[in-house]
Structure formats: C-alpha cells, structure tokens
C-alpha cells in the first residue's frame, strides 16, 4: 500500500508560502536507515502514515535556547493547537517520557506499547500520538485523562489541522501564530 498524505503536502506548502520562519524549521526528511533506529527504539513498529511523513520532513528543529534540546522551537508550532511535529529523536525521547509518566505511577492511565507520539505542545504536557494498531490518533493533557481515537487516521487530524490553520492561524514575523487576535503586542514580541 502506498501513502500520499495529501494534507502534510498542504500544509507545508501552505506554510512555505505564507510562513517562510516558520517553514524553514522543518527539518528534511528521516532516512530509511533513521526510521529502522525509531522502531528498534520503540520496540514497535511505526505507522505509514507517519513514517510517510518523518521520511517528507523530519519534524522541526529544537528550540537552541533549550539546555536539554528537546524543546522544539516557538515558530515551529504550526500545527493546530500549538502543537510541533516530532523529529525520530525527540519521538523516542517523547515516548520514553510518556511510559514513565503513565506507566511508573505519575500520572493515572497507561501508555500502551503501540501508541507513537508525533506531536507536543513545548512542553510536553499536551500531544498527540497514533495507535500503531489501528491507525486512529488520540490525544494526552496534563491531568486529563488519554483521549483515543479522536481522529480516524493522521490523515484526517492534518485535513482539521489545515483547516483551523487556515480560520485561526494568523502570521506574524513570517511564522505562524494561533489565536492572533487574542495576543496583544507584547505576547506578539515575545514570539519572535
């Protein structure tokens, strides 16, 4: 079966044209022997719609302020919700976390084996994963309970992602920023 992922193209083309700071933290894409290391490390396999997309860009890159490099980058924040796309390496990492979160004892719930995270707000609290056995993504939150299934496939929640991109998504310094219009000029600076 071949992917398109249609909507990934979308957006990053969307974001090219009307958000060059923010498109350029893209990072190309993961090669075949990067996406082989991902899945040794997460003992699981990845989606292919997701390895689809790591293979057209490599989530964005980490923000050079953060000591521990694992905070991607403010004006990479492009998709819906203020979320960040994943690079293979921050992937691991992000799924780690979330095992010792869930699975230690921090926090109630259980983070399976199959779920892969692609996606988090800067500081890990909020994200995004796909259920490597059904395809569907769900969601986490701070001291919420694990949402799955919210969206049917990654392809369905990038098709919402383009659309709130395109009614709440504002641009500033060439990069996008969500909510806008709520933002006064010193939350606006201090994104730059």
Same mark, same amino acid.
């Given at each position: 079966?071949?992917?398109?992922?249609?909507a /990934?193209?979308?957006?990053?083309?969307?974001?090219?044209?009307?958000a060059p %700071?923010?498109?350029a933290?893209?990072q190309?894409?993961?090669?075949?022997?990067t996406?082989?290391?991902?899945r040794a490390?997460?003992?699981?396999?990845?989606?292919?719609?997701?390895?689809?997309?790591?293979q057209?860009n490599?989530?964005v890159?980490v923000?050079?302020?953060? *000591?521990d490099?694992? %905070?991607p980058r %403010?004006s990479?924040e492009?998709?819906?919700?203020f979320y960040s796309?994943?690079?293979?390496h921050l992937l691991v %990492?992000?799924n780690?976390?979330?095992?010792?979160v869930?699975?230690?004892?921090?926090q109630?719930g259980e983070?399976?084996?199959?779920?892969? *995270?692609f996606?988090?707000e800067?500081? /890990?609290?909020?994200?995004?994963?796909?259920d490597?056995?059904?395809?569907?993504?769900?969601?986490?939150?701070?001291?919420g309970?694990?949402?799955?299934?919210?969206?049917?496939s990654?392809?369905a929640?990038?098709?919402?992602?383009?659309?709130?991109m395109?009614s709440r998504a504002?641009i500033?310094?060439?990069?996008?920023?969500?909510?806008?219009?709520?933002?006064?000029q010193?939350?606006l600076?201090?994104?730059?």
């Amino acid at each position: 079966m071949t992917c398109e992922l249609s909507a /990934w193209s979308q957006i990053t083309e969307w974001v090219r044209q009307n958000a060059p %700071r923010s498109y350029a933290q893209l990072q190309e894409g993961a090669t075949s022997d990067t996406l082989a290391h991902t899945r040794a490390r997460l003992g699981t396999h990845l989606p292919e719609e997701l390895s689809f997309m790591l293979q057209m860009n490599n989530g964005v890159q980490v923000d050079p302020n953060d *000591p521990d490099g694992m %905070r991607p980058r %403010r004006s990479g924040e492009f998709v819906s919700d203020f979320y960040s796309i994943l690079s293979t390496h921050l992937l691991v %990492r992000v799924n780690e976390h979330m095992n010792a979160v869930y699975n230690g004892g921090e926090q109630d719930g259980e983070w399976k084996r199959h779920w892969v *995270p692609f996606a988090v707000e800067s500081d /890990w609290l909020y994200g995004l994963f796909i259920d490597g056995a059904t395809g569907a993504v769900g969601k986490w939150s701070d001291g919420g309970p694990i949402e799955e299934d919210v969206y049917p496939s990654l392809s369905a929640y990038l098709e919402e992602s383009f659309r709130l991109m395109q009614s709440r998504a504002g641009i500033y310094n060439e990069m996008i920023v969500w909510d806008i219009d709520d933002l006064d000029q010193e939350d606006l600076d201090q994104l730059t």
